[in-house]
């Protein structure tokens, strides 16, 4: 292989990453604004048409199970889009990245904190690990499997709270 071949690999590589975090960051933005108006055929085009979408472990695969197909995968998180939407509020935080490009397949991997307050009342804090096999499809990076796996789980009261902040006393240094 060439110097030049070589060097045409890693542009790829690089630029095949930033379409990937592209493709799941647009994913975390619809699942964060589901509602009667999100555009389900854009969410569902960010998946192969075969792609597999499951929940991981006890808890995840029991409430989530898992759906084979692009459709079945839209249909699901159109279940969320309701009038009122399922989700008041809902946030999602993604750290702790690595993507591993090959060619025309990836796999990534990320923790993810979900902040929720529901329509029908209450509010949830969730963690999970995502893991995704990433398929270029069309020139186009898609998601091929997508994995989620909780890490911890707990209901919390309210998100925003009128209470001070536990800082230490500052006001010598105000000066």
């Known amino acids: 292989m060439t110097e030049l071949e070589l060097l ?9 990453e930033q379409a990937i975090r592209a493709c799941l960051h647009r ?4 699942c964060d604004e589901l509602s009667p108006q999100t555009p389900l055929d854009e969410l569902g085009n960010l998946f192969t048409l075969e792609a597999l979408w499951e929940g991981k472990g006890a808890r995840y695969a029991k409430s989530f199970g898992g759906y084979q197909g692009r ?13 009122p939407p399922h989700f008041a509020l809902n946030v999602h935080y993604l750290t702790s990245e690595c ?3 090959e060619g025309d397949q990836a ?9 929720s307050t529901f329509s029908s ?8 690990r995502l ?10 990076w898609r998601m091929a499997h ?8 707990r209901p919390v009261s309210h998100w925003s709270s009128e209470a001070n902040l536990p800082v230490p006393d500052t006001t010598e240094l105000q000066q």
């Open 8 to 16: 045409r690999q890693r542009v790829d590589a690089l630029e095949s």
């Open 27 to 30: 994913y975390m933005d619809l």
């Open 71 to 83: 459709a079945k995968i839209v249909a699901m998180l159109g279940k969320y889009a309701t009038n």
């Open 99 to 101: 993507i591993r490009v």
């Open 107 to 115: 796999q990534g991997s990320w923790n993810m904190i979900q902040v």
């Open 121 to 128: 009342g209450g509010s949830h804090l969730n963690s999970a």
């Open 131 to 140: 893991s995704i096999t990433f398929s270029r499809e069309e020139g186009v």
């Open 146 to 153: 997508f994995q989620t796996e909780n890490r911890l789980s």
